[in-house]
Nanobody, 112 residues
């Protein structure tokens, strides 16, 4: 059974940083497409960052240059480093593997 557990969310001031983690079991992160999504209140879910098995990465335009997706194959964990956070980044963040399995999400709130 594939399970994903996100952590690392919290309250941060504008301009601050957070690192989200997604610990995966039941599948190997390096063999699949890993993605971070977010859903803000009243908005549709959107893909924030994707990393393929080959290491190719793609980002939502609004987070390019601020967010970085990475994976630690030894820990079977995927990360989302978020820098220079803005209030509009406030959302529940979810990780997914192969667009089929999802974690429970972690809340990120950017506010002064």
């Amino acid at each position: 059974q594939v399970q994903l557990v996100e952590s690392g969310g919290g309250l941060v001031q504008p301009g601050g940083s957070l690192r989200l983690s997604c610990a995966v079991s039941g599948t190997i992160v390096s063999n699949g497409v890993m993605a971070w999504y977010r859903r803000a209140p009243g908005k549709q879910r959107e893909a924030v960052a994707v990393i393929t098995s080959g290491g190719n990465v793609n980002y939502l335009e609004s987070v390019k240059g601020r967010f970085t997706i990475s994976r630690d194959n030894a820990k079977n964990t995927v990360y989302l480093q978020m820098n220079n956070l803005k209030p509009e980044d406030t959302a529940a963040y979810y990780c997914a593997v192969n667009f089929a399995h999802w974690g429970q999400g972690t809340q990120v709130t950017v506010s002064s």
